[in-house]
């Protein structure tokens, strides 16, 4: 238990549906991201709030839309999706700033399947 | 570009000891991570290194030289338990993670 919760763990959705990812850190955290998790690749950064104010958004499709209404929540909107999104999404938080220290936490992700 | 690489797969016997070496380049350089994520599970920390040098931590070590771009994670005393993937992650000039694909390890009795 990491102090980093995400639902649902697991989803299926077609390339018309809409559903959202949740996450939600109980660390106290400022800063929270959503990372892309595929076979045999390195973890992709798609987003990182920081303070709940976006950062970094690298050049994710905008069928992905992310929201963060507080320090604690994170949700990634999902809609029209294609097969080749299908992935671990995983949701991470960190102290970025007073500690020096930026080890990241992550939950236990959302295995997608788009079919 | 930035770029992280390390072995795909490697195996061990149990009660062994195995190194996993990482090599990195990046923009600017603010440590080195190692993480541990056994199938279907959450990567979970194991080390950071800023500074040359060993740091150990059980039967865990990690090695940093800056100067080489180099890194390895040692571990002693092989456990059936550390069959697992472990990431290798350097912190960027923007505090950013830049992710290796990870090794797969694998302990054989």
């Known amino acids: 238990e990491t102090g980093v919760t995400q639902t649902p763990r697991h989803l299926v959705m077609g390339m018309t549906n809409k559903k959202s990812l949740k996450c939600e850190q109980h660390l106290g955290h400022n800063a929270m991201y959503w990372y892309k998790q595929s076979a045999k690749k390195p973890l992709e950064l798609m987003f990182v709030y920081n303070f709940k104010e976006q950062t970094e958004n690298n050049s994710v499709p905008s069928r992905f839309s992310p929201e963060c209404p507080n320090s604690s929540h994170l949700f990634l909107h999902l809609h029209t999706l294609q097969p080749e999104d299908s992935a671990l999404y995983l949701c991470?938080?960190?102290?970025?700033?007073?500690?020096?220290?930026?080890?990241?936490?992550f939950g236990p992700g959302t295995r997608l399947t788009v079919t | 570009g930035q770029n992280i690489d390390q072995p795909t797969e490697m195996t061990a016997t149990e009660g062994a000891i195995v190194q996993i070496n990482c090599t990195y380049q990046?923009?600017?350089?603010?440590?080195l991570f190692w993480y541990q994520q056994h199938a279907g599970e959450a990567p979970t920390f194991l080390s950071y290194n800023v500074l040359d040098g060993l740091e150990e931590k059980g039967r865990f070590s990690s090695f940093l030289s800056r100067s080489k771009g180099y890194s390895y994670l040692l571990l002693k005393e092989l456990q059936m338990k550390d069959s697992a993937s472990y990431l290798c992650?350097?912190?960027?000039?923007?505090?950013?993670?830049?992710w290796g694909a990870g090794t797969k390890l694998i302990i054989k009795p």
């Open positions: 991470a938080s960190s102290q970025q700033e007073g500690t020096g220290s930026y080890e990241q936490y």
């Open positions: 992650a350097a912190l960027d000039s923007n505090y950013q993670l830049i």
């Open positions: 990046t923009s600017g350089f603010n440590g």
